[in-house]
C-alpha cells in the first residue's frame, strides 16, 4: 500500500495534479485535493493540521502523508527534525495509534454480559470479555491460554464471522447445558459438543454488537478501563493488561 502510494506521490509532483482552491487550504480541501488524486481506491482517513512546517498530517489506510498548506505538494516519508534527530513522521504515527485506541475504548459496564459465556476462576475479581469464534486458531491458543489464570471473570461472546460452520458450531456451544464446558471441551480439547437446538438469538445479538463495535477480527479482548486487544495475548501479557487495566 505504502509503495503504491510513494509511486503515486511521483506521478503527482509529475503531473501537478494537486493544487490549491485557495491561498491556504483547509482540511477539507486538503482531503477532498488528496481524494481527487488518489481515487476511490485509497481511502482518507483523517487530515489534521500538524505542528510543523505549516503541514497537514493525511492518514491513508495504515500510511500517513503530508501536505503542505496549499494543498500542492505531497510528502511521503520520514521528517527529520534535526535539532531532535526525531522522526516527525513516526512520532505522528504512534500519537495516531494513541488517538484510534482511545476511539475504540467502550465503556466496559455496557457490554450485555447476559449476552456472554461466563466462567469464574478463583475469587473471580478480575474481569476480561472476548469475543471469539469457535472456528478460530488464535481464539484456541487464547482458551489454552486462560486455564493456567487464577481469579478471574471470563465472558466469552460467541462471534462466528469466519464460516458458517462457524455459526452452526456457536449454536451448539450456546444450546448446550453446561456452556462453559461444551466451549472448553472444544476450543481446548478440540471435543465438538452435541447439536442442540434453543433460542439463538442472544448469538444473532452478539453478532451485531460486534460489527456495531467495529470487531473485525477474532479473538478481540476488552478490559475493565474500556481498551481493546485485536488478537491473541499469551498469559503473561494478558496478566500484564488486566493489572493496567486496574481490576
Not at 133 to 150: I, Q, S, W
Request: proline share 4%; hydrophobic share 45%; net charge positive.
Amino acid at each position: 500500500m505504502f509503495k503504491k502510494i510513494i509511486a503515486l506521490v511521483v506521478s503527482v509532483a509529475a503531473s501537478s495534479l494537486l493544487f490549491a482552491a485557495a491561498a491556504h487550504a483547509n482540511e477539507a480541501e486538503v482531503k477532498k485535493a488528496v481524494e481527487s488524486v488518489l481515487g476511490k481506491n485509497a481511502k482518507v482517513n483523517s487530515v489534521r493540521k500538524a505542528n510543523v512546517l505549516g503541514l497537514y498530517e493525511v492518514v491513508v489506510g495504515d500510511a500517513i502523508l503530508y501536505v503542505d498548506e496549499k494543498a500542492r505538494y505531497l510528502i511521503a516519508g520520514d521528517i527529520i527534525d534535526l535539532k531532535t534527530q526525531k522522526d516527525i513522521a513516526e512520532a505522528s504515527k504512534i500519537a495516531m495509534e494513541e488517538r484510534k485506541r482511545k476511539a475504540e475504548r467502550i465503556k466496559f459496564s455496557d457490554l450485555p454480559l447476559d449476552l456472554a459465556i461466563k466462567q469464574v476462576k478463583g475469587n473471580g475479581k478480575r474481569i476480561i470479555a472476548s469475543f471469539e469464534d469457535p472456528k478460530c486458531g488464535y481464539c484456541k491458543k487464547l482458551a489454552k491460554e486462560l486455564v493456567g489464570m487464577n481469579d478471574v471473570t471470563i465472558y466469552t461472546f460467541l462471534y462466528p464471522i469466519l464460516s458458517p460452520d462457524s455459526m452452526e458450531m456457536s449454536k451448539n456451544i450456546w444450546c448446550a447445558a453446561d456452556k462453559a464446558k461444551a466451549w472448553n471441551d472444544w476450543m481446548v480439547s478440540n471435543t465438538p459438543p452435541a447439536t442442540a437446538k434453543c433460542d439463538i438469538s442472544a448469538v444473532e445479538k452478539t453478532v451485531a454488537l460486534g460489527q456495531k463495535l467495529g470487531i473485525r477480527g477474532t479473538p478481540t479482548i476488552f478490559f475493565t478501563d474500556g481498551n481493546r486487544v485485536p488478537g491473541y495475548m499469551p498469559v503473561a501479557q494478558l496478566e500484564k493488561a488486566i493489572t493496567a487495566a486496574g481490576n
